[in-house]
């Protein structure tokens, strides 16, 4: 079980193999080609923790940038 008022895992989280919501809802948004003010805008959070998050998502994917998380996103069905 998570920490105390976690968030569970979404259907979208686990398609994209990223436990944690907000990541995953980042990663989608960036896959989705917003940029790290836009994301940020959108999640009422700074410009650096996007970007903390985002090296966290490539570091756990193993992907170096946001063209291969989209092609990942892609191929998981986390995207269009």
Not at 8 to 37: C, F, K, M, N, Q
Not at 44 to 63: N, P, Q, Y
Request: charged letters at 20%.
């Amino acid at each position: 079980m998570g920490a105390p008022g976690a968030r569970p895992a979404s259907p979208t989280s686990r398609r994209l193999g990223v436990a944690h919501p907000d990541r995953a809802e980042i990663a989608v948004l960036a896959a989705e080609g917003l940029t790290t003010p836009q994301i940020g805008e959108r999640m009422f959070i700074s410009k650096g923790t996007v970007k903390a998050h985002l090296a966290h998502i490539f570091k756990m994917l193993d992907v170096h940038n946001c063209t291969e998380l989209t092609a990942r996103a892609v191929r998981r069905g986390a995207t269009s």
